[in-house]
């Protein structure tokens, strides 16, 4: 069992920034069953998509509509993912989702509501 728990969500100006912060915890055995790290929005009304990801090796991959504005990163001592967002626009307002991958289970935490707005 992973537990995730995000947060660093917020009201924020367009052009403006914000990181989000997902923490991972559980049993030793399940933090090194990790095998990859997802960062998902929903927008009221929408589909909740993939914003980020990146891989026990490092792979990253990104939507087109972040690419260049967000980055992906992690703190593997710490079982932390940040998502860094520079110059938010109004379209990415949404719940953010972190989601944590093992060999057998994809966990999900509760969300952090963004909001770009003047």
């Known amino acids: 069992q992973v537990q995730v728990v995000e947060s660093g969500g917020g009201l924020v100006q367009p052009g403006g920034s914000l990181r989000l912060s997902c923490a991972a915890s559980?049993?030793?055995?399940?933090?090194?069953?990790?095998?990859?790290w997802g960062w998902y929005r929903q927008a009221p009304g929408k589909q909740r998509d993939l914003v980020a990801r990146?891989?026990?090796?490092?792979?990253?991959n990104y939507a087109d509509s972040v690419k260049g504005r967000f980055t992906i990163s992690r703190d593997n001592a710490a079982y932390t993912v940040y998502l860094q967002m520079n110059s938010l626009k109004s379209e990415d307002t949404a719940d953010y989702y972190c989601?944590?991958?093992?060999?057998?289970?994809?966990?999900w935490g509760q969300g952090t509501q963004v909001t770009v707005s003047s």
């Open positions: 989601n944590v991958d093992t060999v057998s289970t994809r966990y």
């Open positions: 559980g049993s030793i055995r399940s933090m090194f069953s990790i095998t990859g």
């Open positions: 990146i891989d026990s090796g490092g792979g990253i």
